[in-house]
Protein backbone atom coordinates (compact mmCIF):
# COMPACT_ATOMS: atom_id res chain seq x y z
CA UNK A 1 0.00 0.00 0.00
CA UNK A 2 1.01 3.49 -0.67
CA UNK A 3 -0.07 7.09 0.19
CA UNK A 4 1.48 10.57 -0.85
CA UNK A 5 -0.39 14.11 -1.42
CA UNK A 6 1.63 16.83 -2.91
CA UNK A 7 5.09 15.66 -2.77
CA UNK A 8 7.04 17.01 -5.07
CA UNK A 9 9.59 14.77 -7.07
CA UNK A 10 12.34 16.54 -5.50
CA UNK A 11 11.66 14.95 -1.83
CA UNK A 12 11.70 11.51 -3.48
CA UNK A 13 14.66 11.75 -5.25
CA UNK A 14 16.91 13.34 -2.76
CA UNK A 15 15.88 11.01 -0.01
CA UNK A 16 18.67 9.11 0.05
CA UNK A 17 21.52 11.34 -1.82
CA UNK A 18 23.95 11.26 1.17
CA UNK A 19 23.85 7.89 1.38
CA UNK A 20 26.36 5.62 -0.78
CA UNK A 21 25.33 2.52 0.78
CA UNK A 22 25.48 -1.19 -1.49
CA UNK A 23 22.55 -3.64 -2.60
CA UNK A 24 20.67 -5.07 -0.24
CA UNK A 25 20.54 -8.70 0.83
CA UNK A 26 17.94 -10.32 3.16
CA UNK A 27 17.58 -13.14 5.26
CA UNK A 28 15.56 -16.02 4.20
CA UNK A 29 16.84 -16.25 0.77
CA UNK A 30 15.46 -20.10 0.40
CA UNK A 31 11.72 -18.59 1.66
CA UNK A 32 9.39 -17.40 -0.98
CA UNK A 33 9.70 -19.43 -3.70
CA UNK A 34 8.43 -18.79 -7.57
CA UNK A 35 5.59 -16.70 -6.71
CA UNK A 36 7.42 -14.52 -4.79
CA UNK A 37 10.02 -14.27 -7.61
CA UNK A 38 7.39 -13.46 -9.95
CA UNK A 39 6.53 -10.34 -8.62
CA UNK A 40 10.12 -9.44 -7.99
CA UNK A 41 12.10 -10.55 -11.32
CA UNK A 42 14.69 -8.10 -10.21
CA UNK A 43 16.57 -9.65 -7.69
CA UNK A 44 17.58 -7.11 -5.65
CA UNK A 45 14.16 -5.79 -5.18
CA UNK A 46 13.51 -9.78 -4.05
CA UNK A 47 16.42 -9.25 -1.66
CA UNK A 48 15.27 -5.59 -0.38
CA UNK A 49 11.68 -6.98 -0.26
CA UNK A 50 12.86 -9.82 2.26
CA UNK A 51 15.12 -7.50 4.35
CA UNK A 52 11.99 -5.41 4.95
CA UNK A 53 10.01 -8.06 6.16
CA UNK A 54 12.87 -9.34 8.71
CA UNK A 55 13.25 -5.58 9.98
CA UNK A 56 9.96 -4.40 10.36
CA UNK A 57 8.41 -8.06 11.41
CA UNK A 58 10.81 -9.34 14.05
CA UNK A 59 14.32 -7.99 13.71
CA UNK A 60 13.81 -4.24 13.80
CA UNK A 61 13.63 -3.60 18.01
CA UNK A 62 16.71 -5.61 18.72
CA UNK A 63 18.50 -3.73 15.82
CA UNK A 64 17.80 -1.01 17.53
CA UNK A 65 15.59 0.90 15.15
CA UNK A 66 12.71 3.01 17.24
CA UNK A 67 8.97 1.65 15.94
CA UNK A 68 5.92 3.63 16.74
CA UNK A 69 2.80 1.32 18.54
CA UNK A 70 1.64 1.39 15.22
CA UNK A 71 4.44 -0.86 13.20
CA UNK A 72 5.39 2.36 11.29
CA UNK A 73 9.56 3.35 11.38
CA UNK A 74 10.60 6.46 9.84
CA UNK A 75 12.11 6.07 6.39
CA UNK A 76 14.85 8.00 7.23
CA UNK A 77 15.92 6.27 10.07
CA UNK A 78 15.67 2.73 8.22
CA UNK A 79 18.15 4.15 5.68
CA UNK A 80 20.06 5.48 8.14
CA UNK A 81 20.39 1.78 10.33
CA UNK A 82 21.76 -0.22 6.81
CA UNK A 83 24.59 2.00 7.03
CA UNK A 84 25.80 0.34 10.23
CA UNK A 85 24.43 -3.15 9.23
CA UNK A 86 26.22 -5.34 7.23
CA UNK A 87 23.64 -8.08 5.87
CA UNK A 88 21.91 -4.37 4.05
CA UNK A 89 23.50 -2.68 1.17
CA UNK A 90 22.49 -0.23 -1.16
CA UNK A 91 19.06 1.00 -1.98
CA UNK A 92 17.01 4.51 -2.97
CA UNK A 93 13.80 5.58 -2.06
CA UNK A 94 12.51 4.96 -5.45
CA UNK A 95 13.33 1.10 -5.04
CA UNK A 96 11.88 1.13 -2.03
CA UNK A 97 8.47 2.36 -3.55
CA UNK A 98 8.47 0.21 -6.32
CA UNK A 99 9.05 -3.09 -3.80
CA UNK A 100 5.83 -2.06 -1.81
CA UNK A 101 3.68 -0.80 -4.89
CA UNK A 102 4.61 -4.99 -6.46
CA UNK A 103 4.17 -6.42 -3.45
CA UNK A 104 0.78 -8.91 -4.67
CA UNK A 105 0.71 -9.69 -0.56
CA UNK A 106 0.59 -5.97 -0.06
CA UNK A 107 2.82 -7.03 3.25
CA UNK A 108 3.55 -2.79 3.56
CA UNK A 109 2.75 0.47 4.00
CA UNK A 110 4.76 3.71 2.98
CA UNK A 111 2.81 6.24 4.22
CA UNK A 112 3.75 10.62 4.11
CA UNK A 113 2.35 12.20 7.14
CA UNK A 114 2.96 15.37 7.12
CA UNK A 115 2.79 17.80 10.48
CA UNK A 116 2.21 21.00 10.60
CA UNK A 117 4.73 23.27 12.31
CA UNK A 118 6.99 20.36 11.93
CA UNK A 119 9.84 19.58 9.18
CA UNK A 120 8.73 18.26 5.42
CA UNK A 121 10.02 15.88 3.22
CA UNK A 122 12.13 12.66 3.96
CA UNK A 123 11.44 12.99 7.99
CA UNK A 124 7.61 12.29 7.38
CA UNK A 125 7.98 9.78 5.35
CA UNK A 126 7.29 5.94 7.33
CA UNK A 127 7.24 2.53 6.93
CA UNK A 128 5.34 -0.67 8.00
CA UNK A 129 4.58 -4.35 7.86
CA UNK A 130 0.96 -5.02 7.80
CA UNK A 131 1.31 -7.74 9.84
CA UNK A 132 3.26 -11.14 10.76
CA UNK A 133 4.98 -9.64 14.12
CA UNK A 134 6.60 -11.47 16.31
CA UNK A 135 7.09 -8.72 18.70
CA UNK A 136 4.19 -6.37 20.45
CA UNK A 137 2.66 -3.79 18.64
CA UNK A 138 0.15 -1.80 19.84
CA UNK A 139 -1.93 -0.66 17.36
CA UNK A 140 -2.13 -1.96 13.71
CA UNK A 141 -5.22 -1.30 12.01
CA UNK A 142 -6.75 -4.45 12.91
CA UNK A 143 -10.50 -4.38 12.88
CA UNK A 144 -11.88 -7.28 14.95
CA UNK A 145 -13.94 -10.15 13.34
CA UNK A 146 -17.87 -10.26 15.30
CA UNK A 147 -19.36 -12.95 13.23
CA UNK A 148 -18.88 -15.36 10.50
CA UNK A 149 -20.67 -13.41 8.34
CA UNK A 150 -17.78 -10.96 7.91
CA UNK A 151 -15.56 -14.42 6.70
CA UNK A 152 -17.66 -16.62 5.61
CA UNK A 153 -14.59 -18.70 4.51
CA UNK A 154 -11.11 -18.71 6.27
CA UNK A 155 -8.42 -20.92 5.24
CA UNK A 156 -4.77 -21.84 6.84
CA UNK A 157 -2.17 -23.46 4.21
CA UNK A 158 0.62 -25.48 5.06
CA UNK A 159 2.74 -29.10 4.84
CA UNK A 160 2.02 -32.20 4.73
CA UNK A 161 4.73 -32.45 7.16
CA UNK A 162 3.54 -29.79 8.92
CA UNK A 163 -0.37 -31.42 9.07
CA UNK A 164 1.12 -34.74 10.79
CA UNK A 165 1.60 -32.34 14.13
CA UNK A 166 -1.42 -29.38 12.85
CA UNK A 167 -4.10 -32.73 12.94
CA UNK A 168 -3.10 -33.51 16.49
CA UNK A 169 -1.86 -30.31 17.78
CA UNK A 170 -3.82 -27.24 16.07
CA UNK A 171 -2.51 -24.39 14.08
CA UNK A 172 0.11 -22.76 16.48
CA UNK A 173 1.14 -19.27 15.92
CA UNK A 174 4.77 -20.46 16.82
CA UNK A 175 6.56 -16.93 17.43
CA UNK A 176 4.16 -14.74 16.12
CA UNK A 177 1.89 -12.51 17.52
CA UNK A 178 -1.21 -14.04 15.12
CA UNK A 179 -2.12 -17.54 13.32
CA UNK A 180 -2.40 -16.11 9.30
CA UNK A 181 -5.69 -17.05 7.65
CA UNK A 182 -6.51 -16.47 4.01
CA UNK A 183 -10.10 -15.56 2.46
CA UNK A 184 -11.34 -17.84 0.45
CA UNK A 185 -14.62 -17.34 -1.72
CA UNK A 186 -17.34 -19.92 -0.67
CA UNK A 187 -18.51 -22.12 -3.30
CA UNK A 188 -15.65 -21.31 -5.83
CA UNK A 189 -12.84 -23.11 -6.83
CA UNK A 190 -9.71 -24.07 -5.20
CA UNK A 191 -7.60 -20.98 -7.05
CA UNK A 192 -9.55 -18.50 -6.06
CA UNK A 193 -8.28 -19.03 -3.03
CA UNK A 194 -5.85 -16.30 -2.39
CA UNK A 195 -2.71 -15.39 0.02
CA UNK A 196 -1.81 -19.48 0.27
CA UNK A 197 1.87 -20.34 -0.26
CA UNK A 198 2.29 -22.16 -3.65
CA UNK A 199 4.80 -25.02 -1.46
CA UNK A 200 1.32 -25.14 0.88
CA UNK A 201 -0.35 -28.59 -0.33
CA UNK A 202 -2.60 -28.94 2.74
CA UNK A 203 -6.03 -26.55 2.66
CA UNK A 204 -7.37 -26.67 6.51
CA UNK A 205 -10.89 -24.27 6.36
CA UNK A 206 -12.00 -23.35 9.65
CA UNK A 207 -15.67 -23.09 11.23
CA UNK A 208 -15.19 -19.76 12.04
CA UNK A 209 -18.76 -19.64 13.49
CA UNK A 210 -18.00 -22.25 15.96
CA UNK A 211 -14.63 -20.49 17.00
CA UNK A 212 -16.23 -17.10 17.25
CA UNK A 213 -18.57 -19.23 19.95
CA UNK A 214 -15.72 -20.75 21.74
CA UNK A 215 -13.92 -17.33 22.37
CA UNK A 216 -11.49 -17.39 19.48
CA UNK A 217 -10.82 -13.41 18.66
CA UNK A 218 -10.22 -12.91 14.91
CA UNK A 219 -9.10 -9.61 13.13
CA UNK A 220 -8.69 -8.50 9.43
CA UNK A 221 -5.51 -6.54 8.57
CA UNK A 222 -5.16 -4.07 6.42
CA UNK A 223 -4.33 -5.73 3.36
CA UNK A 224 -6.91 -8.12 3.79
CA UNK A 225 -5.32 -11.09 5.69
CA UNK A 226 -7.41 -12.70 8.64
CA UNK A 227 -5.53 -13.25 11.76
CA UNK A 228 -6.13 -14.71 15.41
CA UNK A 229 -4.05 -15.29 18.37
CA UNK A 230 -5.92 -18.50 18.92
CA UNK A 231 -6.61 -19.53 22.30
CA UNK A 232 -4.68 -19.11 25.55
CA UNK A 233 -1.93 -21.24 24.11
CA UNK A 234 -1.77 -19.73 20.63
CA UNK A 235 -3.63 -22.48 19.23
CA UNK A 236 -6.71 -23.06 17.10
CA UNK A 237 -7.70 -26.60 17.88
CA UNK A 238 -8.80 -29.43 15.77
CA UNK A 239 -11.80 -29.08 16.78
CA UNK A 240 -12.36 -25.77 15.13
CA UNK A 241 -11.43 -27.46 11.25
CA UNK A 242 -14.53 -27.43 9.41
CA UNK A 243 -12.77 -29.43 6.46
CA UNK A 244 -9.23 -30.03 5.61
CA UNK A 245 -8.09 -30.90 1.77
CA UNK A 246 -5.16 -31.95 0.17
CA UNK A 247 -4.44 -29.59 -3.30
CA UNK A 248 -2.50 -32.17 -5.71
CA UNK A 249 -1.22 -30.69 -9.01
CA UNK A 250 -0.14 -32.75 -11.83
CA UNK A 251 2.04 -30.95 -15.13
CA UNK A 252 2.71 -33.28 -17.87
CA UNK A 253 5.71 -31.21 -19.79
CA UNK A 254 4.97 -31.69 -23.86
CA UNK A 255 8.70 -32.46 -25.48
CA UNK A 256 9.72 -29.95 -28.16
CA UNK A 257 8.88 -30.62 -31.79
CA UNK A 258 6.21 -33.43 -30.69
CA UNK A 259 3.39 -30.59 -29.47
CA UNK A 260 -0.33 -32.06 -30.54
CA UNK A 261 -2.81 -29.18 -31.66
CA UNK A 262 -5.39 -28.58 -29.39
CA UNK A 263 -8.24 -30.54 -29.10
CA UNK A 264 -11.70 -29.13 -28.57
CA UNK A 265 -12.85 -32.38 -26.86
CA UNK A 266 -9.91 -31.52 -24.33
CA UNK A 267 -9.80 -28.02 -23.81
CA UNK A 268 -6.98 -28.10 -21.02
CA UNK A 269 -3.89 -29.53 -23.30
CA UNK A 270 -1.56 -26.38 -24.11
CA UNK A 271 1.12 -25.63 -26.03
CA UNK A 272 2.85 -26.14 -21.98
CA UNK A 273 1.32 -29.16 -21.54
CA UNK A 274 -2.35 -30.98 -20.37
CA UNK A 275 -2.66 -29.64 -17.04
CA UNK A 276 -5.14 -31.09 -14.43
CA UNK A 277 -5.56 -30.01 -11.23
CA UNK A 278 -7.69 -31.05 -8.23
CA UNK A 279 -8.70 -31.60 -5.09
CA UNK A 280 -8.42 -34.36 -3.13
CA UNK A 281 -10.57 -34.50 0.06
CA UNK A 282 -8.12 -35.69 3.05
CA UNK A 283 -10.32 -35.40 6.37
CA UNK A 284 -13.50 -34.18 7.18
CA UNK A 285 -14.44 -32.85 10.65
CA UNK A 286 -18.07 -32.65 11.45
CA UNK A 287 -17.68 -30.85 14.91
Known amino acids: MFSR??????????????AKINPWRGYGTK???????????????LQISKSLSWLLRHGGPSEGLQIRSDGYVRVKDLVR???????????????????????????????????????????????????????????????RIGSAESIPVAVHGTTEEAWKSISIHGISRMTRNHIHLAQGFAGKDVDQVFRIRKSSRILIYLDVEKAVAGGIKFYLSSNG????????????????????????????????????????????????GPIQMQQEALLKYTG
Open 81 to 143: HTLRHPALRRTDFLQLERVVKADAKGRFTLNYEAQLGGSEGSDCWWIRANQGHSFETGDLELK
Open 225 to 272: VILSPGNEVGYLEPKYFQRVEKLAVKQLQLVEGWEAPVEESNPQTTAK
Open 31 to 45: SGGAATRKHFPNHAD
Open 5 to 18: SNISNWHIQTLFSS
